[in-house]
């Protein structure tokens, strides 16, 4: 094809195939498209960049993406617009000279918000355009450009030529001395599809007519597959082949008609239909004329009526019927069938059949737009009958010719019932009208006449405002027309402000809740005295609202100075009434303000809350109906939730009634302190998730929950007989975890009276008696008791035995060891019998490695590390015997003897017996496992409650160090209560040794006959420190002992919560 180089001009250049591949369409040598092609820009979004500025141009596109490839029609149209208004889709076809001919062009409009978008055009079969290959793509805007399109060095400069008006189609433009514009890119393309191929639908076909049919009678409409309706398509040509003296085709209605009154004979007239592409279809139309009486000659016909004409009867055609006799002509049916009330066929003699609209009629364009009537004419048994469609015609709306407009009235000259304007309307079908008016401000002193003026209702001097807005409207039962604007100004008075942005019945919502200050409404107002000062001021109602809100008089904003309850509300509307003031005249406006119903969170009672609880186990109640929140929604349900962090799982509360029950055990004891305070957070959560919450502080207080306990099972201490009356024996020393001074009282008291010994507030044990004429080895038994203020109780049985000899000499030479695992005969058998049994062993693995390989095995003794300690002196003093309990009251005997310090030779390593707590619930002070554990060096705390031991390597004994006898006597008074009749067991001399300066007790066992029942053997089982301070109650020594680190001591109960 030939294509225009850039200052118009043709070329000889023709397309090839790769350009039919670049075009994405299929070439067949300027023949039909065998499929759909796109051809102009394949991505128009990437083509936003700019957009023309001069309005009324005409563009086409000289590139080869743009050209079109084969022979079809446009069926799509698909481009970028950055403008609203109508665009006009074009085609044109060069004519060789520099002309192009518009060959079609489809129409597109789009209005504001529509711009900035890709736009998709489908055009109907019937409406799409016929090109051929080497036709140009192209477009036209009236008003501003609309298509955007990108600099493009690669693409080709368009054709642009001004034109003051649209061009029609087959219009020929002269561009041959258009300069081409730069290269660019355009956002539009369109799909060349086959199109539809030209064939008839309703031929060959035979009709039959009557040889009395006047000229210009149409007997036949022609039809094309795949269009509807009647219409030619633009891409098809249609005509008649041969000449007919009778017979013409008319395209533009797509119709035979009959160019003369043929005679009775059969005809056969050949048609044919082709498109650019060459496709064609020949059909014929066979027509027997006949003489048939009688006749109708002027039906099928159309008619059209106004869907306004009624109250009268209406002659819509009369019926022409060839015959040689009288005829009679009526109405066989009407489709729809609703139709048939509002027809009728009436008969004159004289004169022909008519068809009529009755006047009884009421007919509805968006009802039904159109109805078919059939007509028979009968005569005798001879009859015609044919078809009469009536077109309904929707009424047209009048039309206003003389408004908008702006009519000035003197206040003076305008009289009450004076005419000030007329309104001039036109009505294509002359219906009455109706009017109707409102007016800004109201009230309003103007009002319509039914003729149509504008009159004066009231003395214009007492206007409030100088600028009236009157909306007109007119209405003639079918349409309205309107409103349009009559702007009244009055002069010759003061003009009253005007508020402008408060319309009738205006309403504004405010939230319950709102902060005070929060801003209502802005009242906004004019006075076209550009001098007056404006104020605005504001009333309420009900009148006692009035306090509740301010306006301010400079910037009209209304405010709520407080916050406002729905549910305490009677009245969830008020009235609010602002004004405005030009120093003469008065303005008001009317708000309704409706307060609305917010979901408000729940609020509890207090915002902080303290509860008092003392320790106790799992299911106690500790809140109950003390915690409450309360919402004012109307069914809401609150649901209350407890946070405590870490200890929120020491807490159940009840999601419903906020009671809160313990899960675990709260036990302060374990902590050493007097109370515990546990920090909350309780939150209340109504049905649609509004929140609020409170603090809750826990105070945990002591309760007296713990029994004393001594520390050990049993005591075994020593006096001899020239010990002075009110020395201390020993001490039986108890404990009681409960923290608080007034819970950890502990009283101390021999349960036997006995005259021989008292105690104090401290467990102190005194002598009360002489004994020097006491026989050696008497032994004093009685049971040690301790109680605390609860009525809790503990007993320990308390043994002292009497020796001969200097008090302070006996005791620093004892020293004490545990029974070893080799003091039991019973070990000493089933030892042997295990090393007899290793020694085999032994012996057959060396004798089955002497025969398979040499092997040597290297014993090295192991070095032993022996170091006295500091404790060596610590524990010389009273002596203290630990019996361990059995497995049957959890406590186990420990059983050691004693022997003379000085015989100890051997290298010494010190063994610590650790007492620590098995558990916090329910248990004793004294239950108490002796861990060994080897230490290099001892503690040099007095304090630390741990036995050292030394132990002899050589009889595994262990020498315990001693503490100054002096260090003991500290506290004891006169005044401590003396006991009687105390338990004395009496041994004879000659079973006791006799005492020397220092003295072993592992030889004074007593015999089985002597043993007493209750206790076990009173061989000296162990030795504690003595304390620094007489008084040291059980919260001190949990104290020490967490102070040392003494990691066995885990402070746990069974069932409860390390806080």
Known sequence: MALRDTKGRFTAKKLTKNKCKRSRSTCNDRGPCAKDSTIGSSKPLQLTDKVDTKTGQIVIFRHEDYVVPCCGAISEWNAYIKNPGTIRLQVWRGLGTGEYTLVGENLATYHKKEENNLIKVTVEEVKQIAVKEGDLLGWYNEDAPMISYKKDSKAAGVLIKAVKKPMLVEDIVDLSSVQASDPRSYAISATVSKGLKPKFKNLPSSITIVSDLAPKTEIYQLGFDGVDGTEVPASFAAFLDDFSEYFAYNQSKNSVYIKRTPPKEKYSLSFTVKDLCGNTDTKALKIE??????????????????????????????????????????????????????????????????????????????????????????????????????????????????????????????????????????????????????????????????????????????????????????????????PEVLIVNITGLNSPPIIYNIPNKASVNLPENSPPGTSVFQVQAIDQDVDDNLTFSLNAKPTNMIPLFSIDEFTGVIHALVPFDYEGLKSKNIKLYPSVFDGQDTYQGNIKLSIIDVNEPPVFQYPN????????????????????????????????????????????????????EQSYELDVDKLGVP????????????????????????????EDDNAPDFIQTSYLFIATKDLPIFSIVGQAYAVDLDTTSVNSKLFY????????????????????????????????????????????????????????????????????????????????????????????????LLYLCGRSVRCSIDIQPRSRESRRGKEDSYLK????????????????????????????????????????????????????????????????????????????SNRSAESVAKQP???????????????????????????????????????????????????????????????????????NYLSKLQSKGDKSYTGKRKASLNF
């Not at 909350?680 to 207080?701: E, H, K, L, P, W």
């Not at 030889?1003 to 030795?1023: N, R």
């Open 877 to 952: 003093g009273f002596i203290l015997n630990n019996l361990l309990r059995s497995k049957s009251s959890s406590r186990r005997s420990s059983i050691v003897s004693v022997i003379p310090f000085e015989q100890t030779p051997y290298p010494l390593r010190t063994i610590e017996y650790e007492y620590h707590k098995n558990s916090m619930t329910g248990s004793h002070m004294s239950e108490t496992s002796a861990r060994k554990r080897s230490t290099k060096s001892c503690a040099d705390d007095s304090s630390e409650r741990r036995l050292s031991i030394n132990k002899i």
């Open 675 to 702: 109370e515990h305070e546990i920090f909350c957070i309780v939150t209340a959560t109504d049905s649609v998730g509004q929140m609020s919450n409170a603090s809750v502080r826990f105070v945990i207080t002591d």
């Open 289 to 482: 004329v006949i003489t048939k009486l009688p006749a109708i000659l002027n039906l099928p016909f159309a008619v059209s009526v106004r869907e306004d004409a009624h109250n009268a009867e209406i002659v819509l055609h009369e019926i022409e019927v060839v015959h040689t006799g009288p005829t009679a002509c009526s109405l066989k049916g009407v489709e729809p069938v609703a139709g048939r009330k509002y027809f009728l066929v009436r008969n004159s003699n004289g004169s022909a059949p008519v068809v009529i609209l009755k006047a009884t009629a009421h007919l509805s364009y968006a009802q039904e737009d159109s109805y078919e009537l059939f007509i028979k004419c009968a005569a005798g048994k001879e009859s015609d009958i044919n078809s009469l469609f009536v077109n309904v015609e929707p009424n047209k709306a009048p039309i206003f010719m003389n408004l908008p407009a702006t009519v000035p009235v003197h206040a003076d000259k305008g009289i009450i019932g004076g005419l000030i304007f007329h309104i001039l309307y036109q009505d294509e079908e002359d219906n009455p009208v109706f009017y109707n008016i409102t007016c800004d401000p109201e009230p309003c002193p103007f009002d319509v006449t039914q003729g149509g003026s504008i009159m004066v209702t009231d003395d214009l001097r007492t206007a409030i405002s100088n600028i009236y807005y009157i909306e007109i409207s007119i209405e003639d039962h079918f349409n309205v027309a309107g």
């Open 965 to 1035: 006898i002096s260090s003991l006597n500290n506290g004891v008074t006169p005044d401590n209560v003396i006991g009687r009749n105390s338990v004395v067991s009496k041994m004879s001399s000659v079973d006791l040794p006799s005492v020397q300066s220092r003295i072993s007790l592992s030889d004074i066992y007593p015999t089985e006959d002597h043993a007493p029942s209750p206790w076990k053997p009173w061989a000296i089982s162990d030795f504690k420190k003595a304390f620094k301070k007489a008084n040291t109650n059980d919260s």
């Open 749 to 844: 008291y021999i349960e036997q009276e006995t005259d021989e010994f008292v105690t104090d507030d401290n467990g102190t044990i005194h002598l009360t008696t002489d004994l020097t004429n006491t026989e050696v080895g008497t032994m004093f038994k009685f049971t040690m008791r301790v109680e605390d203020g609860q009525g809790k109780k503990d007993a320990a049985p308390v043994t002292v035995v009497v020796l001969d000899g200097d008090y302070n000499t006996v005791i620093s030479s004892l020293v004490a060891r545990p029974l070893t695992f080799f003091d039991m005969p019973e070990n000493i058998v089933w030892f042997l019998t295990t090393i007899y049994l290793l020694l085999v062993l032994f012996g057959l």
């Open 609 to 660: 809350y303290t509860i008092f609880t003392s320790e106790s186990g799992p299911g106690k109640t500790v809140v109950k109906n003390r915690i409450k929140a309360k919402d004012n929604d109307k069914g809401d349900v609150i649901i209350y939730g407890l946070n405590c962090g870490e200890e929120t799982d020491l807490f159940l509360i009840n999601e419903h009634s906020a009671d809160i």
